[in-house]
């Protein structure tokens, strides 16, 4: 029987790796041959195998591999490999490069990680070159997402006191401090746990000495560096570092202006990378690089139960959608074809959020790059989120209706310094997606019988200069407490005014929401963005006035975006509020600094109006009448795979059906608001029943009638 691994924790199926087969053969080699010898010889044979170029590769190989598997004696393999460096360490780089970079690296054993760790620092000491693109591969392996498992939080911890020693070295690349900064800020929520408390509290040490003695460094990453401590802001520590950043910023740093200077700056994709391993990134990639509409579910599937198994992970997905928006952009090969366009993987990660936080910072993730827009930013930055809007309106109101009343609250409201500039980048924006043809037109979207009057008034208000049609309605006057985005807070106190947001699940109306108390006006410097130049906006003709919708794709400049059409969403987004969302008095308590659409914190029961309004999605995500075929109807491979989805649909809202009846049953009549919110559950997993067998039913028609 064949060794185990001594690099890997491996299952008794898993094949042999090939490169550690080659590392373990040169290791056998040079124990064979150093059995005997004295240090005198030993050190001739040495310099003998370093002057043959064959040679020489298969004894720093077996070298590397020692060093690795005996840490009791890997100082001295190390100055075996000192006596025989004819390459300025590039061959023991090399050998790590592969092992940091791969994506089995969690399998790796805990004392092989302390043996990588271990030659990290004393390369690091003596200041190899290139070691910093190292240093990046072996921060992308710390796994978020709360992952507590003993080697992750070792390596999370070991790390961080590799950065710290070696403090001096780390400041001679900014961009990797920064990229670590940031992956910290972003750990610190998830290492919350008694278990990892300990490291959390060198965390939160860790960041906030480099935000304040690094500043310049740190706000290197832009604007999701400002979400980042948006997360952490109830730690005391972050809200002093807050309070500064908001009404004494010269104190952190004489050159830095105020938080708006980092809400106008775009957050590199090194940052937002940093967050997810090889692994996941390699498996993402395999998603949005090489799977049709019709089989991508199973893989998200698998993707969002292998690294957010568990609810505590659900943060987790805001990190996927910030890397999907603005950490890969898709190639033209990729947007003409028929792989699956970023706004329905987004779509269906949204269908897996129970949490009404992680729902809220959803929308944020979707729509920050839009409200700092300038028409120097990629285009790439804003597509999905309009897509996602546009491609919902006909067949699914409810996502375009949230998503409208968020950009439209979170401009008013957000940042309230910036709320004439974020108004303006907004239209920037739709002004660059019209003019690119992300979007035909917004006629049809304004048109659109599913939207409710309220949302063609904010749509009115947000992008009016683009509409050339008659509009009498007014917006209904704000009350003094009725904000529905909450502000970035700007002093301590007014933290504890945060309210509880609804979930993006949730369609609430101004009229549904309190409010959080009004921040104080932040002095920050007066900040105005030039005005794009005004281009003449033609009166559409009565032909485009009447194309629907989720018809509105049409062929684009290859080099802009792909000529899909409209995209069955059903699958993808078509999710039963959950009870903690549904019931205010059990949602979780946000951060005071998130943008969303909040109910009041003193809320115990929900109003008929409310209760009905959340439930509206049950039915509006059907697959009764999602049309897939092309122009002509003939494209069989697209009915194939709206036969196949609604199937999918089908049996899910049985399931609804089974689950939400067993539990009016259970709770009747003891509790009559749960009561209500499982019959209206169970009413809409009918009516979708229905509608999808309905749906069917024409399908058949429809393909006896063509034949």
């Known amino acids: 029987m064949d060794a185990p691994s001594r690099l890997f924790a491996c299952d008794i199926l898993d094949a042999k790796d090939d490169w550690e087969q080659d590392l373990l053969q040169c290791y056998t080699k040079f124990n064979d041959d150093k059995a005997g010898k004295s240090e005198m010889e030993l050190h001739a044979y040495l310099q003998e195998k370093a002057s043959q170029k064959e040679g020489y590769t298969k004894l720093m190989s077996g070298l590397f591999y020692g060093a690795l598997v005996e840490p009791d004696a890997i100082g001295q393999y190390f100055q075996y490999i000192t006596i025989v460096n004819r390459d300025q360490y590039v061959s023991v780089k090399d050998r790590l490069y592969v092992l940091v970079k791969s994506i089995r690296f969690s399998a790796l054993h805990r004392p092989v990680i302390g043996s990588i760790l271990w030659i990290y620092n004393e390369l690091t000491k003596m200041s190899v070159l290139s070691m910093d693109g190292l240093y990046i591969w072996l ?27 070696h403090q001096a070295w780390f400041d001679s690349f900014p961009r990797l401090l920064a990229s670590i900064v940031y992956l910290y800020l972003r750990l610190i929520p998830e290492h919350r746990n008694i278990q990892a408390s300990p490291l959390q509290q060198k965390e939160i040490r860790f960041v906030i000495t480099m935000l304040r003695q690094k500043w310049p460094v740190c706000s290197l990453v832009g ?14 520590d972050f809200k002093h570092f807050w309070n500064d950043m908001n009404h004494r910023p010269q104190q952190i740093s004489p050159s830095f202006k105020g938080i708006h200077c980092l809400l106008k700056t775009p957050t590199a994709k090194e940052f937002l990378r940093v967050r997810l391993t090889p692994d996941m990134e390699h498996k993402l990639m395999f998603i949005l690089q090489e799977l049709r509409f019709n089989s991508f579910q199973r893989n998200l599937n698998w993707f969002i139960q292998r690294f957010m198994g568990n609810a505590e992970a659900e943060g987790f997905i805001v990190d996927i959608v910030r890397f999907i928006i603005a950490g890969w952009y898709p190639n033209n090969q990729l947007l003409q074809s028929d792989v699956v366009p970023r706004y329905v993987v987004i779509g269906s990660l949204i269908r897996t959020i129970k949490s009404a936080v992680v729902s809220s910072n959803v929308k944020l993730a979707l729509t920050f790059d839009w409200l700092f827009f300038n028409p120097n930013d990629n285009l790439m930055l804003i597509e999905p989120v309009m897509l996602l809007i546009e491609r919902s309106a006909e067949k699914y109101p409810h996502i375009t209706s949230t998503m409208i009343e968020f950009i439209y609250h979170a401009s008013n409201e957000y940042f309230l310094q910036l709320k004439e500039d974020m108004r303006r980048s907004l239209a920037t924006g739709m002004r660059v997606m019209l003019k690119m043809q992300v979007t035909r037109s917004l006629v049809p979207l304004y048109q659109c019988s599913s939207l409710e009057p309220p949302v063609k008034q904010m749509i009115m208000e947000l992008f009016g200069e683009f509409l050339q049609v008659p509009f009498t309605s007014e917006l209904p006057p704000p009350a003094d407490n009725d904000s529905t985005v909450a502000s970035m807070p700007s002093t301590v106190e007014q933290s504890s005014a945060a309210e509880q947001p609804v979930s993006l699940n949730a369609n609430v109306t101004p009229m549904d929401v309190d409010t959080m108390p009004k921040p104080d006006q932040l002095e920050v410097a007066d900040v105005t963005l030039s005005a794009p130049d005004q281009e003449a906006v033609t009166k559409p003709t009565k032909q485009q006035e009447q194309i629907l919708v989720a018809d509105t794709a049409v062929p684009l400049d290859t080099n802009l975006l792909s000529k899909n059409g409209d995209v069955d969403m059903s699958g993808a987004i078509d999710a039963e509020p959950s009870a903690k969302v549904m019931s205010g008095s059990s949602a979780p308590q946000p951060l005071p600094t998130l943008p969303n659409i909040s109910v ?26 999602v049309d897939l075929d092309g122009p002509g109807g003939k494209d069989q491979q697209l009915s194939t795979n709206r036969q196949n989805q609604s199937n999918w649909i089908f049996g899910d809202a049985i399931g609804r059906f089974k689950s939400a009846s067993a539990s009016f049953l259970t709770v009747w009549p003891g509790d009559q608001d749960e009561a ?31 034949a």
């Open 223 to 236: 604007r999701d560096l400002v979400r980042g401590l948006q997360d952490v802001y109830h730690i005391p």
């Open 600 to 625: 009041s914190a003193n809320c115990t029961t929900i109003s008929s109006d409310a209760l009905k309004a959340i439930c509206t999605s049950e039915d509006e995500y059907s697959d009764s009448d």
């Open 139 to 165: 921060v992308r392996q710390i796994r978020g997402g709360v992952d507590l498992s003993p080697n992750n939080l070792y390596l999370c911890d070991q790390v961080l006191r590799l950065v710290e020693h």
């Open 676 to 706: 209500s919110v499982q019959l209206i559950i169970a009413k809409r997993s009918l009516k979708e029943i229905l509608d999808v067998y309905m749906s069917m039913v024409r399908q058949r028609v429809d393909s006896w009638w063509r």
